[in-house]
């Protein structure tokens, strides 16, 4: 069993602290401030606009949220740690090929006063876990299940919109009380952060998009979900000459879900 040490631009993962591993298994989320560089931003955020505002003039396989700069996000050196620690599956990792898939990409672009509040996930610790939103746990060691990185081009402030948590649901053993489909609910915990930061949570947590409503500046974040080699929840599909273009260890991120002789 090894686990991938260094993505396809051959950067190690980054080494998670003792604390950072503590907060995400008992609060079911976490955020990473300032990771990319303001010339990764510029870059990553023109290229989000063009494609909302002008995707036509990408070529058809880079109209994604995978596409041009954005690729870098997927296997990035803080998702290569995080996702190697919560959820890839040590028999299928190596150095050839992850031991997780990203199964889902979206781009937010959202203007002041978009609302996407919409409660969903919780209790993945005591659930069948039939749809990945599931949370498992050994002593020293997590299985997170369906997990997002939520990559913030822009600055997110307290209370303007940024994704909201019921924290430490995802091992919950009630449901989210009723007074939670209020958006401004005490309980649900909101983050800030600067541009270029990016949030890791458990799909299993009790989660929600909430309304925009910072005036000077859009939601431009990117969303990427992974699961591990054999299971999945998303119908999303990468586009095939897409996947061609990438690098091997890339390419392994979107192979079949299956387990059985899937070792890159
Ligand atoms: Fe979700």
Redesign the pocket.
């Known amino acids: 069993m090894t686990m991938t040490e260094k993505n396809s631009a051959g950067k190690s993962a980054i080494t998670l602290t003792e604390e950072q591993k503590y907060l995400f298994d008992t609060r079911g989320w976490l955020l990473f401030p300032s990771v990319l560089t303001d010339t990764e931003i510029s870059e990553m955020k023109d290229y989000c606009y063009r494609l909302r505002q002008d995707g036509a003039s990408l070529p058809l396989h880079e109209r994604s949220s995978i596409g041009g700069p954005l690729l870098s996000l997927a296997d990035h050196p803080v998702v290569l740690a995080m996702m190697n620690e919560f959820v890839a599956d040590p028999h299928l990792s190596s150095e050839t090929g992850y031991g997780f898939r990203l199964e889902n990409s979206f781009l937010a672009l959202r203007k002041a006063g978009d609302t996407n509040f919409g409660p969903?996930?919780g209790g993945g610790l005591l659930s069948h876990g039939y749809n990945s939103h599931l949370y498992r746990q050994h002593e020293n060691s997590v299985y997170a299940g369906l997990s997002?990185a939520v990559w913030g081009l822009n600055p997110v402030k307290k209370g303007e919109g940024g994704t909201k948590f019921l924290t430490g649901s995802h091992k919950a053993a009630f449901p989210a009380p009723a007074s939670t489909q209020d958006e401004h609910s005490p309980l649900w915990e909101e983050y800030e952060c600067p541009a270029g930061s990016v949030l890791f949570f458990t799909?299993a947590i009790t989660?929600t998009g909430a309304k925009w409503t910072n005036t000077e500046v859009d939601r431009v974040a990117i969303f990427n979900c992974y699961n591990s080699i054999g299971s999945r929840w998303h119908q999303w599909e990468p586009n095939s000459d897409a996947v061609a273009t990438m690098s091997p260890l890339q390419r392994s991120l979107f192979r079949p879900v299956c387990c059985q002789d899937n070792l890159v």
């Open positions: 969903h996930g997002r799909e989660h």
